[in-house]
Nanobody, 120 residues
Framework: VQLVESGGGLVQPGGSLKLSCAAS????????MSWARQAPGKGLQWVSG???????FHADILKGRFIISRDNAKNMVYLQMNNLKPEDTAVYYC???????????????RGQGTQVTVSS
């Protein structure tokens, strides 16, 4: 399993970023995928997940600002982040979910992460 995130960077409060994750080494189209993040000094926090059929779920505190999507033809999963806030600053990880039918916060693998910094 290989997961490679990209798209992070420095953005001003209120701005947007789109993260991408290239997946390989497993049957992507049958797998649920998630995004998680880890802020400095804090634990890993589940952000969003998407099942193989495209049904998407987001952490309640992020609803309306973050949108997860996938492209099974390209083995890609994305996270569109809008109206970013300083508290969104974290390393964002793409993760393969253990079961397509279970909890979206149970991961079997995750990538190296991409840094997102929200600051003026």
């Amino acid at each position: 399993v290989q997961l490679v995130e990209s798209g992070g960077g420095l953005v001003q409060p209120g701005g947007s970023l789109k993260l991408s994750c290239a997946a390989s080494g497993f049957t992507f189209s049958r797998s649920a995928m998630s995004w998680a993040r880890q802020a400095p000094g804090k634990g890993l926090q589940w952000v969003s997940g998407i099942r193989s059929d495209g049904s998407a779920f987001h952490a309640d505190i992020l609803k309306g600002r973050f949108i997860i999507s996938r492209d099974n033809a390209k083995n890609m999963v994305y996270l569109q982040m809008n109206n970013l806030k300083p508290e969104d600053t974290a390393v964002y990880y793409c993760a393969k979910v253990e079961s397509n039918y279970g909890s979206l916060s149970e991961f079997t693998s995750r990538g190296q992460g991409t840094q997102v910094t929200v600051s003026s």
